[in-house]
């Protein structure tokens, strides 16, 4: 009998060779992709000389600049005043003298950086609490033009946030929201509703309904099912419709730009404003990203199994 | 508690927030794009306009050409990432070892804020300290160019950094559609003895289209709704190349404070999104169907 069949793998895998291929081609794909990634880091390490060189410069003596210039606000001074000033005690200081400057104060990131957890975290809990309560209702009860009001809530995302900012500003405005934290936290948690509200729908849709009906035959009440069957069983499912509201509500930068100018400022439309002396500041604006993006891309990957149904409101479940 | 009453309870804070924030100020502003009101004027006396704006809009100029370069933005956008998005799902779907990790590394552009990143490829496409300008002079020489400041390349350096940021998002879509396909319509194939080129003809592609096509809808709307990237990096510049419709709406509305016309330019914007919008959810329902 021949034996030259090669019977390890079904037809239907792909060959080793066709596999090799893939893996060349997506290999290339993800290194130029993940280019800018790797720029955004390296350029937080860079001096700012270094980073406005022709041609870019690949290999760099790594600085504390980009951190320094971030966390401060310095003044330029005159090398006769340097010199009369005690010789610098730290090592930011250090750097900073360096460049003749010295520092005039702590800069506004810290606030800013605040304001986003403040107001990504305020708003997030709003949807996903108001968000389970109304995909509990949609899911499990009989409720009249249901499936209008489930579009109506997912219609409300379709609009161009720039088209909804213009009445916001000014209903805002006459309220007295315009940049504030509230204001911020009803409009993200709202604007958040419709993503919360659909994906844990589906969430909750794929919890059996014999659990609960097994407990309202055991003298359960509607609620006390509620809290004690439904919220642990949907509690993947919550966290992970948090994380993605966490993000959406950390990244929006339309509304911010609009509706914030000083107190209620988050991080996306901060880090554009970040100039140093003659333009932008790139290293402090790379390590501003850097902080930045950091907790998105560990969120990312705790989320890989359901970033598809976030992203597409739970209509494609893998 | 009866279940009706729960039923209210669980859904009224959630529509009366929605109706608050979202339907009053639509309302407010279908009037406002019938009156003459500038919102950096206050205690200006509201005047009745009629649909002045509404053929203002109609018929300029300016606004068409936002429109095309709307259009342009859109049509490339989709036809780039529809192509690549689609190799990459079928590559990533052989299973060669690592592709859990290069599916999670290739993903991560798609998750961060497209402003923050817009900004920084500000930095990239710089003529002279850019990376871009020196990778693309690396291979063909064309000596210094801009890519954001110049009338022809303007628009491209969108397309791109659209491009990077959501190619990833049709690629997990059309994964999903691949992984959808059952086994044995492959064995079947291999039975009746169709080679590869028929079962990605017969099999894979109309499996995925679906996918693709949900894909498309998807990126089509945002797209349409494009600001934030855009904004930062060429903020519509140089001249209006690259003023897709939300940024002329933003220029108008909170750099020239023109309320009326700005509010009737959104309404357009909302009707156009909104009828997409349908058109997408029928499209939805029909793949549940499936």
Not at chain 1, 9 to 27: D, G, N, Q, Y
Not at chain 1, 187 to 203: A, D, E, Q, R
């Amino acid at each position: 009998m021949s034996t030259n069949i090669d019977t390890s793998r079904s037809p239907l895998e792909a060959t080793a060779f066709s596999k090799r291929i893939a893996a060349f081609i997506v290999i290339i794909y993800a290194a130029i992709a993940i280019i800018p990634m790797l720029l955004i880091v390296t350029t937080a390490f860079k001096s700012t000389t270094d980073a406005i060189t022709y041609p870019p410069k690949i290999l760099f003596k790594p600085s504390l600049e980009g951190v320094v210039n971030l966390s401060t606000q310095r003044t330029r001074q005159s090398k006769e005043y340097l010199k009369s000033l005690p010789p610098p005690r730290t090592w930011y200081e250090k750097i900073v003298r360096k460049r003749q400057m010295v520092i005039a104060g702590p800069s506004r990131f810290f606030q800013r950086f605040v304001n986003s957890l403040v107001i990504g975290f305020g708003s997030t809990f709003f949807s996903v609490f108001l968000g389970t309560l109304a995909a509990y209702a949609f899911s499990r009860f009989k409720i009249p033009l249901k499936d209008d009001l489930l579009f109506f809530i997912l219609s409300t995302r379709m609009f161009p946030p720039i088209a909804a900012a213009v009445p916001i500003f000014l209903m805002y405005r006459k309220l007295g929201l315009n940049d504030t934290h509230l204001g911020m936290i009803v409009l993200y948690t709202v604007v958040n509703l419709s993503l919360s509200v659909w994906l844990l729908k589906g969430f909750i849709d794929e919890i059996p309904k014999e659990y609960e009906e097994a407990a309202l035959v055991d003298g359960y009440s509607r609620l006390s099912a509620f809290f004690k069957i439904i919220l642990p069983q949907a509690a993947t499912g919550i966290a992970a419709t948090a994380i993605f509201c966490l993000i959406f509500s950390w990244n929006e930068y339309a509304f911010a730009i609009l509706l914030t100018f000083r107190e209620a400022q988050t991080l996306p439309p901060f880090i554009p404003t970040i100039i140093g002396e003659g333009g932008l500041d790139w290293p402090a604006i790379a390590t501003a990203t850097s902080i930045f993006m950091l907790p998105v891309i560990v969120f990312t990957i705790i989320l890989r199994k359901h970033l598809l149904r976030g992203i597409t409101f739970g209509a494609v479940r893998k | 508690m009866s279940d009706r009453s729960i039923a209210w309870l669980f859904t009224l804070p959630t529509i009366i927030l929605l109706i608050f924030i979202n339907i009053y100020p639509l309302i407010w502003s279908v009037y406002l794009s019938f009156t003459n009101f500038k919102a950096n004027r206050r205690g200006m006396e509201i005047k009745w306009v009629g649909t002045k704006w509404y053929e203002k809009i109609l018929m300029s100029e300016d606004v068409w050409a936002n429109m095309q370069v709307t259009a342009h933005f859109l049509f490339w956008t989709i036809f780039i990432q529809a192509i690549l998005g689609l190799s990459l799902a079928i590559f990533l779907n052989r299973k060669f070892k690592g592709h859990e990790l290069m599916t999670t590394v290739v993903v991560l552009p798609m998750m961060l804020s497209p402003a923050v990143v817009g900004v920084f490829w500000s930095y990239i496409y710089q003529p002279q300290a850019g990376i871009f300008n020196y990778i693309i002079n690396f291979f063909i020489d064309f000596g210094e160019f801009t890519m954001i400041g110049d009338f022809v390349l303007a628009p491209w350096s969108i397309v791109i950094v659209d491009t990077w940021i959501w190619t990833p998002f049709v690629m997990l879509m059309c994964l999903a559609g691949l992984k959808s396909i059952p086994d044995y319509l492959y064995e079947a194939a291999e039975v009746d003895r169709a080679s590869k080129w028929q079962q990605f003809i017969h099999i894979t592609l109309p499996s995925v289209m679906p996918f693709l096509m949900l894909a498309v809808l998807f990126r089509g709307i945002e797209n349409f709704k494009m600001f934030d990237m855009v904004n930062e990096l060429t903020g519509g510049g140089p001249g209006s190349v690259t003023e897709l419709a939300s940024i002329h709406l933003k220029r108008a509305a909170f750099e020239k404070w023109r309320t009326g016309y700005s509010s009737a330019f959104a309404v357009i914007l909302f009707v156009t999104v909104f009828g997409a919008g349908s058109i997408y959810v029928k499209f939805l329902n029909k793949l549940k169907e499936k």
